[in-house]
């Protein structure tokens, strides 16, 4: 039997977003979109969806709740901002149409819910705009994934009458960050699935990688080994969590620990990174670092991840300052922004 | 291309990279910069490929650095603001570095250089030019006052403002140049300016004495006798001359010898230059040639009446022809007069206001117009010869002796007298005012005046002359003595006459051979 998707966008589809080019963060939990320089040119949409099954009732609910949904024959499908608050609704997992920053190849409808979370945020155009959008680096077993997840992508964009380009989540974030520097540092944007790094030289990704380790890695292991919920480890994180100060439950310290070994891992990467790379140019400056990213909001990461990069010894490249994003959710997207209007003629 | 080169040229980049406010456009510069320069770089690298020896050299990384300019300050054009306001606006806002700011500047205003260097470049040889002749003034003025002849030409030009009467239009610059004797030979003399004087034809004639009458008063001179020259008047020999030519050099030449002899026997003149340009001492500088006549001239010290005592001679083996325009000296007798005017200023402080033409200071006291002589009266090239310009400069025969002139004369000197003239007219008619007298009542007691200096003139000559005389005798005995003796001695006389080393050498030494005799 033929599965006929039939799409209920209650809300104004693509509403805000001005014609011209458009920066995309396309992150393992989260899509941001950026059309300006400023901080209320973005939207944000959940990267995720709760699907039920397929029922009249249900559809009246959602309908009644003004919630955006796709149904075919077996399932409705309820994406976007809303599938959180379903999922808290229905007490159940929102699930994720990506992994590890790339395509869930786990998930049968997640290729179709991402297109429809992007529909529902970029417009469609005729003018062959420039659009940029985040890619991961490469990291361990996704080199083939990451190709294919760029092309998915692109294709996508171009049939939106896009000229799309991706771009390296961490070189996104020298965009946004280190104008003064002209684009020379550490970018490194810590996402729900992964963390990505670029170490940028004139605009010029010298070293780009990923650790796929991220906040989904730190949420999954937390609740595995305390037995709670991803929902309540990961509201904890986002509301309570002070990585400055000792922990006072088990699942504070749970989390400290979490964070400490992705930061461990990445900080490791990045000086075997350094070590082993020789086409990073002789840089007579020390480097500023730029942290960006969601999973990077909890107050004290910046000092954690300080005094992690700097308790290892010398580091290959001399780092003159370590400091956050302005705004660490939309840095990614401001930063494909930035480079879509560099392209822009 | 090296990671030094990547690394310097980064740097450059970056410095301009702070001209952009905007980071899209910061990224978009920076980008296209560095990635079209990595491409020039590669096209380069392929089309030099097999001319690895021209990547060595030292212009090709000049020449890298120049394109690298070139296409970055394209890049620069293209992302700033076209509107000039907005842009200098633009700069001065952002942090971008004072080099690169003026740098970009420069290279928006490279067409207006280029014009610029390239007249630079057109003008630097004049520049240079002026600068060494200023230069040599410089030197020459340090010399003159180091050797001491500054100061006496000071004396002369400056001290008693030797200015005529209109301030005719002297070179300002132009100094006597200090000229000494370098070597003295039997037949010729050779100075430091290069300048050489034949002495074969060098004869003697009467000493040299002379009253110079104060300018202006209507009385009579002082009673001091003057010896020494204070002037130079320039003649023509007005002799026939042969076309310029090189097939008749022997003819040119024996015309001059017929020219040098007869200037000899008659002591015309002081110097005779001849069409080669080379310069022969007829009468000995001390004593008076017989070149001037009845002439007058004034400088600042006084009036000169009688130009052959007070003045030389110098005369140019041409032909004057007053109606026309044409060049009638030869390219070699401008340089020798030139070299010879600065001997004779430097070794007797000649003041440029007293070198002038004959047709300038001649005149005819029997009916007493001005022009007896024609010599010269146009076409003398004073700058060729760094003077003053005389024929701006009023004769003293018209302004202060009432000299005039009349048709006849000026339709033989060309249509017109020289502007001097006029000028004397005028200031001649201006003393006649101030005296409250009618011109021609002064210009019958100046008559009067020039009379009796011409009296004074005459006694001193007819003194001068009476010792010459007697030399002369004495000197042709001991001619007469040493040629019977050279018939003794059978050697065709051909060692001791009619050459006597005595005579050239100078006057003192002269008269010491006459009185040992």
């Known amino acids: 039997m033929e599965e006929k998707n039939q799409t209920k966008v209650e809300k104004n589809e693509a509403a ?20 300006g320089p400023k901080s209320q040119d973005t939207r944000t949409e959940l990267n995720a969806f709760v699907a039920v099954p397929a029922s009249d009732m249900a559809e009246n609910v959602l309908k009644q709740r003004n919630m955006v949904y796709e149904r075919n024959c077996k399932s409705i499908y309820v994406y976007g901002n809303d599938s959180d608050f379903f999922a808290s ?95 020379t540092g550490i970018g490194i944007s810590f996402g729900g699935g992964m963390c990505n790094v670029s170490i940028s030289f004139m605009s010029m990704p010298m070293i780009t990688f990923s650790v796929p380790k991220g906040g989904d890695y730190i949420d999954h292991n937390v609740a595995s080994v305390l037995n709670e919920t991803g929902t309540r480890v990961r509201l904890f994180k986002e509301e309570k969590l002070d990585l400055s100060r000792q922990p006072k439950d088990d699942l504070g310290r749970a989390l400290h620990i979490y964070y400490e070994d992705m930061l461990q891992a990445l900080i490791e990467r990045l000086r ?66 930035i480079a879509a209007m560099s392209e822009t003629r | 291309m090296s990671t030094e080169a990547t690394l310097s040229y980064s740097k450059i980049v970056e410095k301009y990279a702070h001209f952009f406010d905007r980071p899209e456009i910061r990224l978009r510069f920076l980008t296209n910069t560095l990635k079209q320069h990595s491409l020039n770089s590669e096209k380069l690298d392929r089309l030099l490929g097999r001319f690895g020896f021209i990547k060595r050299t030292p212009l090709y990384g000049r020449f890298q650095d120049v394109w690298f300019y070139n296409l970055m300050f394209q890049e620069l054009k293209q992302l700033l603001p076209s509107a000039t306001k907005e842009r200098h606006q633009l700069l001065r806002l952002n942090k971008a570095p004072f080099s690169a700011r003026l740098l970009f500047r ?47 030409m000071s004396d002369n030009a400056s001290g008693q403002s030797s200015t005529p009467l209109n301030g005719g239009n002297y070179l300002p610059d132009y100094k006597a140049e200090k000229v000494w004797l370098v070597e003295r030979k039997d037949n010729y003399e050779r100075y430091s300016n290069g300048g050489r004087v034949l002495t074969d034809y060098e004869t003697a004639n009467h000493a040299r004495g002379y009253y110079v009458l104060p300018r202006g008063k209507g009385s009579a001179a002082d009673a001091h006798v003057h010896r020494e020259p204070v002037g130079i008047v320039y003649h023509t020999s007005e002799s026939d001359l042969l076309p310029f030519i090189s097939d008749n050099n022997q003819s040119i030449e024996a015309h001059t010898r017929g020219l040098l002899e007869y200037v000899k026997r008659n002591r015309s003149y002081n110097y005779v230059i001849d069409r080669f340009g080379q310069m022969y001492r007829i009468v000995r500088d001390e ?12 400088d600042a010290r006084g009036i000169y009446v009688g130009l052959n005592e007070s003045f030389l001679g110098v005369c140019f083996e041409t032909r004057s022809d007053a109606g026309s325009l044409n060049e009638q000296l030869t390219e070699a007798q401008i340089i020798s007069g030139r070299l010879l005017t600065q001997i004779l200023r430097s070794r007797y402080n000649i003041d440029d206001a007293n070198c002038v033409t004959h047709g300038l200071v001649s005149v005819n006291p029997t009916n ?40 006849e004369i000026v339709t033989q000197i060309g249509g017109e007298v020289w502007p001097g003239v006029k000028l004397a007219e005028e200031e001649f008619k201006r003393r006649a005012a101030e005296a409250a007298i009618k011109p021609e009542e002064m210009r019958r007691q100046m008559r009067e005046l020039y009379r009796q200096q011409m009296n004074l003139a005459s006694r001193i000559r007819s003194t ?33 006459a009619p050459e006597r080393p005595g005579m050239r050498s100078c006057q003192v030494c002269d008269f010491s051979i006459v009185s040992n005799s």
């Open chain 2, 464 to 496: 001068t002359e009476t010792e010459v005389s007697r030399r002369d005798a004495r000197s042709k005995s001991i001619e007469q003595q040493a040629g019977s003796i050279e018939e003794q001695a059978g050697n065709g006389g051909r060692e001791f």
């Open chain 2, 287 to 298: 004593e008076a040639a017989n070149h001037a006549g009845n002439s007058v001239w004034a």
């Open chain 1, 89 to 183: 609704f229905l007490n159940t997992e929102a699930r994720r149409p990506m992994q590890f920053g790339l395509l869930n190849p786990q998930e049968e409808m997640g290729q179709h819910i991402l297109q429809q979370i992007i529909k529902r945020m970029v417009p469609q155009t005729r003018k062959n705009e420039m659009l940029c959008f985040s890619v991961p680096g490469k990291g361990q077993n996704a080199n083939g994934n990451l190709v294919y997840h760029e092309a998915v992508l692109k294709n996508l964009f171009q049939s939106m009458g896009y000229q799309a380009k991706g771009i390296n989540e961490g070189q996104a974030v020298v965009f946004s960050e280190l104008q003064e520097e002209n684009f």
């Open chain 2, 106 to 152: 420069c290279y928006q205003i490279r067409y207006v250089l280029l014009v610029a260097c390239v007249l630079l470049m057109m003008s630097a040889p004049f520049g240079i030019y002026a600068m060494v002749m200023r230069s040599s003034h410089r030197v020459n003025d340090y010399l003159a006052q180091r050797y001491g002849s500054h100061k006496m």
């Open chain 2, 368 to 407: 007493m117009l001005i022009c007896y002589h024609h010599d010269w009266v146009r076409n003398f090239p004073f700058e060729a010869f760094g003077l003053s310009d005389k024929y701006k400069v009023a004769p003293a025969s018209v302004s202060e002796f009432g000299f005039t002139y009349d048709e």
């Open chain 1, 272 to 337: 075997s990174e350094l070590k082993t790379s020789g086409q990073l140019p002789k840089i007579d400056r020390p480097m500023p670092v730029v942290l960006a990213g969601g999973t990077s909001k909890p107050s004290g990461f910046l000092q954690k991840f300080d005094s992690l990069l700097r308790a290892g010894g010398d580091f290959p490249v001399e780092i003159s300052d370590v400091r956050m994003a302005k705004d660490p959710l939309t840095t990614t997207a401001h930063g494909c922004y």
């Open chain 1, 16 to 35: 805000g977003t001005k014609a011209g080019a458009l920066g995309l963060d396309i992150g393992t939990s989260r899509i941001v979109s950026a059309d």
